[in-house]
């Protein structure tokens, strides 16, 4: 009798210690991270059968539990992934949005002060110092946008850089998860019993990983976890780690994409972007993609819009030294002010052998107002064929254009109305191209220097001037008249005096093109003349490409008398002109971008205003996100936290009964003492 107190009396004393250990053990690590409150399970241990029944023999510990909840660390997990992809894209755009916003360091004020120069010429053309401010506000605009161009391109390098750092921490995390998968594995084997220090470190660690990438798990049998990432790559399996590569991307050699290694050695496969979503990782690839590409391309368009809009108009201009189109070549005329590179096409590293190279080029900006816009677009494009047929896709939004065969002209007409047209290139099936047009263009735009070393070759005046005729006795008058495309053509017989006779117009070559107020142009029949109108534009055809005609337009007002004439003639010693200056200043108020719905600024202001937009859309998503976060991790503290006045609260109750059983087993060793001296006797 008195064996079976002391047996049942250590029984207490165990399980009490167990307790007390247990609870030293949560109070130890009440602020470990990632520890997981632990408490004993008590078992009745099997009674004695006797005549009288079952006797008790005490308790004893089955195990020791984690107070757990995989649903609310999975909670956690998935709101610390969206959490830390927010904070990593809300880090970058937030230095775009300060770049771009700067009221100092911004494209808008070195805008506003360029053509504040173009202005001064206009009103001094022949002043040389004026043409030379001019020349140092384009100067200093070029700066600007190569300035801001290159930090943007040095942000994508940075990407680059955390995402190989980013790649390597997703590793080491993976490696350390499998190895203690394979601990794990070994320990609850050989136990029978939930390894529950380890558990927890696992647990951390996979909370780790899911500060970089959003990872999903599946429990095996052995107490192991296979670990996925974006569609359901494995990084983890058991106890075995795949991992992640960085390799340049196939289609874009400039940006670094991320591949999955497999087992057997093979050739890292890209992982699309899009499937690589949660956790810094995803937040660096969407900033990528989403924000700073954007801004790249947007800087870009509209520094080529700028270029190639003031280009065309200082082409139909006259310089300081009397050259323009109509000069005998040679003629050094060298009206560009402004130097872009063409549209950036990249053959996917994957093509075919024999591919060919393909090339693209802007289109020349079309005349609108008295002036030209562009239709160039921000987004990047992708060349493709599957042999039959090619096809162009607008990334931004999965446009596509489709052409039969394998010729890329036969795509020039959709091209065309994105901003670009392709070189002739055959291509070969499966072969892939990426169309950059502008993301590059910000930084790689330059000046002329043959304008930039002589500003006497601005061309701030018209070439070609009107007059009327000295003995003219009616009361008309002639516009100065404008040079379009082709002018040079329409004019090609100066000069040419018209005259006016009985309501007609004389004097146009016969056989010559004519539009009036921008119609349909007529051919001029054998009498060389046209009805009079008073104020009626009166276009001289030189090409017929664009809606409305271009070539040299004037008006001729009011009543003249017969054989009045007005003459048009070349601009000879026109160093005062500023007509053609006064034209390309009003380039900054014109509609020129977004197939004219938008000017320079108003393009780029859009640009800052997006990017502010998102920024703080980004900022009150992570923010909302951190409160999901705490609220999640409250959650499962609540649970399985360390509650210090709980465990001090244990500490006194198995302290007591540690005490009791203590007390049992001195009546037990009593009443044994007391069995012993009677059996003495």
Sequence with gaps: MSTGIISTGVSGLNAAQFGLQTTEHNIANANTPGFTRQRTIQATTPGLQTGSGF????????????????????????????????????AQIAQIDGMLADATTGLSPALQDFFTSVQQVAANPSQLP??????????????????????????????????????????????????????????EAATGQPANDLLDGRDQLLAQLNKLIKATTTTNSDGSINVFVGSGQQLVVGAQAMSLATLPSASDPSRLAVALKTG??????????????????????????????TARSELGRNAVSLA?????????????????????????????LFSISAPTVIPNSRNPVGSPSVSATFVTPPPYSGNFYTDLGASDYR??????????????????????????????AQAATQGFTLGSATLLAGSSYLIQPSRDAARKISLNPALAADPRLITAAGPVRTALGAANTGGATISAGNAGPGYAAAVAAMPITLSYQNGRLQGFTVGSLVALDGA??????????????SGETITLVGSVASTPSTGFSFAISGSPNNGDTFRIARNTGGTADGRNALALAQLQTQDTMSGKTASFQQAYAQLVSETGNKARQVQVSG???????????????????????????????????????????????????????IAAR
């Design 55 to 90: 006797v008790g023999q005490g308790a004893q510990v089955a195990t020791i539990e984690r107070i757990y909840s995989s649903f609310l660390t999975d909670q956690v997990n998935r709101s610390q992934s969206s959490a830390s992809g927010l904070d990593s894209y809300a």
């Design 130 to 187: 004026s043409r030379q401010a001019m020349i140092s506000a384009a100067q200093a605009l070029v700066d600007r946008y190569q300035s801001m161009g290159d930090q943007l391109t040095q942000m994508s390098d940075g990407i680059n850089s955390e995402i190989n750092s980013t790649v390597a921490g997703i590793n080491s995390y993976a490696e350390q998860i499998a190895s203690l998968n394979q601990k794990i594995g070994v320990a």
């Design 264 to 293: 057997t050695g093979g050739t890292p496969q890209e992982i699309p972007e899009s499937l690589l979503n949660g956790g810094s990782l995803g937040g660096l690839l969407a900033f990528r993609t989403e924000s700073l590409d």
């Design 308 to 336: 190639l809009t003031f280009n065309a108009q200082s082409a139909l201009g006259q310089d300081l030294l009397g050259q323009s189109q109509l000069s005998a070549a040679p003629n050094g005329f060298s009206p560009n």
């Design 383 to 412: 060349l493709t064929s599957d042999g039959s047929s090619v096809t162009l896709t607008r990334l931004s939004d999965n446009q596509q254009w489709s052409a039969a065969g394998t010729d890329t002209l036969a795509l020039n």
């Design 520 to 533: 349909t142009p007529v051919t001029i029949d054998a009498s060389g003349s046209l009805p009079y109108t």
């Design 623 to 677: 923010d909302a996100q951190k409160s999901l976060l705490d609220q999640a991790q409250s959650s499962r503290d609540s649970l399985s936290g360390v509650n210090l006045d709980e465990e001090a609260a244990n500490l006194l109750r198995y302290q007591q009964a540690y005490q009791a059983s203590a007390k049992a087993l001195q009546i037990g060793a009593s009443l044994f003492d007391t069995i012993l001296q």
